[in-house]
């Protein structure tokens, strides 16, 4: 007889849940049907395309050689605030994840109370406690107290995998903080190293300006003797004196770069203004390394931010089917054992003291589901939204490295016509120095003369400059930095 009750139980339990589950709506037809953009076996316009070659996989403190960027980078990944706030991130996610895991064993409360109650007599249970005798010839007490000392427990068994999905997905968020946490790494220490060569950079753009300021008054002293001479006019003499004047006010220019540059600086690593070391002298001569882009493929092992758009996308799948298994009746177990009594003292006879109760209840939403299916599209459009985050994500780093190594290459060629630029107009200023002064050449020439080398000397530096970054941001770009 009781196999019979239970076979009908089940029978029920199954029916209700056939029913449920044909309510239940599907996953979008978008992610089903969707086909990410496939991504191409090679760099285009890029020579070398070899797997094993790939500069991204060096550890940042063999790829930079410069002693005092070192100190700076390792003084940032100790210090720097976002850093930190990312770590801490981690944190609350590492207990996102055992809190969803608590929920998957039963809560188990022990409990210990006190409490009174009076009723009316004039009441089916206080009529019924007065006609009561606990033993022969004693009354039921009036007030009734009420002593309890036990343990309860609550379980939800998880029939539709609902909680291990939702932990699931907490533990692939987890697992997408530690990636932010690594691309953040790789932003910071390519950061810190595009500051410094920047610094390096307005440190000899500042030498320069120096040289340059002493080689006009040298030219200024020259035109105020060929004056005196009635061989140059007061109209040369201003000329020249405007011009240096410039370039006296280009320092101070120059100086709040540094100023700003050096803050910049203090800032990543997490400290108030104070002096950057460094060393300028060799700048110029600087060669950037050459770099290695491997193939587009490794990029999905190797960028943190790749890795973090695909945990997350895990993470909203698993979400979807968390909230699809909404629909479905849920199976909570409940139980409870203690010992209760109205007097202290009884709390102890067994086993009329004893109380114990277990139940179970299989429930699910039938009318009104308007809260559960907002929730499920919800899930259903971010799951869409991380998919696309993802295919995004993916294009831009193999478009980032082909940019990037375009523009090294293109940087280099500029920098050599440049640097030839240059050595034309320094030879240029001695040969219109000399002709100035045998009064063979007007002081116009030597004046623009002056000037083009001074801005061809600042884009030189400059070229230097990006050619030093761009080697960081394709660094960057590989994936290097954060191992």
């Known amino acids: 007889m009781k196999n019979n009750k239970i076979k009908n139980i089940i029978a029920i339990g199954v029916f209700g849940t056939m029913i449920w589950s044909c309510k239940a709506p599907a996953v979008s037809q978008e992610i089903e049907n969707h086909q990410a953009p496939k991504i191409p076996a090679n760099f285009e316009n890029i020579q070398n395309n070899d797997a094993s070659l790939n500069s991204g996989l060096t ?13 700076l980078i390792d003084e940032g990944l100790k210090n720097n605030q976002e850093l930190m706030i990312t770590l801490q991130e981690i944190e609350i996610a590492k207990n996102e994840v055992m809190y969803k895991n608590g929920k998957l064993t039963p809560t188990v409360e022990g409990k ?13 249970q206080g009529a019924g406690d007065a006609s009561t005798e606990i033993k022969p010839g004693q009354e039921m007490p009036d007030p009734l107290m009420d ?21 699931e997905a907490s533990v692939a968020r987890f697992l997408s903080t530690v990636e932010g946490k690594n691309f953040v790494l790789s932003n910071l220490i390519a950061e810190i190293a595009s500051s410094y060569y920047e610094l390096l950079s307005l440190d000899t753009q500042l030498d320069y300006i120096h040289q340059n300021i002493a080689l006009q008054k040298d030219a200024l002293r020259v035109v105020k003797i060929q004056k ?5 006019t007061e109209l040369a003499v201003k000329k020249f004196e405007a011009e240096l004047l410039k370039s006296e006010s280009e320092e101070f220019d120059i100086r709040q770069d540094i100023t700003e540059t050096e803050n910049r600086l203090n800032a990543l ?3 108030y203004p104070q002096p950057i070391k460094r060393d300028n002298s060799e700048f110029t001569n600087m060669i950037p390394q050459s770099m290695n882009a491997g193939i587009p493929a490794q990029l999905l092992s190797n960028r943190p931010d790749i890795k973090q758009a695909e945990l997350e996308l895990q993470a909203s799948a698993l979400d979807v089917k968390v909230a699809r298994a909404e ?25 009329e003291s004893i109380l114990y109760s277990f139940a179970g209840d299989l429930a699910g939403p039938l009318i009104n589901k308007s809260a559960i299916k907002a929730e499920f ?8 939204q991380a998919l696309y985050e993802y295919d995004k994500t993916v294009l831009n780093a193999y478009l980032e490295v082909a940019n990037q190594m375009s523009k090294i290459d293109n940087l280099e060629k500029s920098y050599a016509f440049k640097q030839k ?37 600042m884009q030189l530096i400059e070229t230097k400059e990006k050619q030093l970054s761009t080697v960081v941001a394709i660094y960057k770009s590989l994936g290097g930095g954060w191992k």
């Open 59 to 71: 550890p940042w403190k063999q790829f930079f050689t410069d002693p005092n960027l070192v100190v």
């Open 112 to 124: 210990l109370g006190a409490g009174v109650e009076k009723v009316g007599r004039y009441t089916s």
């Open 147 to 167: 002593y309890m000392a036990g343990f309860s427990a609550n379980w939800e068994i998880d029939i539709w995998k609902k909680l291990r999905n939702s932990k």
């Open 228 to 232: 005196e001479a009635a061989r140059e």
């Open 269 to 271: 690593l997490g400290r």
């Open 327 to 351: 629909f479905y009746p849920s199976l909570n177990i409940s139980a409870s054992l203690g010992l209760n009594a109205f007097k202290p003292s009884y709390l102890i006879k067994m086993p």
């Open 377 to 384: 599209n919800t899930a259903n459009a971010k799951q869409i």
């Open 421 to 457: 630029q240059s050595d034309a107009l320094v030879e240029s200023i001695d040969i219109a120095n000399q002709l100035f002064k045998n009064n063979r050449a007007d002081y116009l020439e030597v004046l623009m003369t002056q000037r083009d080398l001074l801005e061809t000397k």
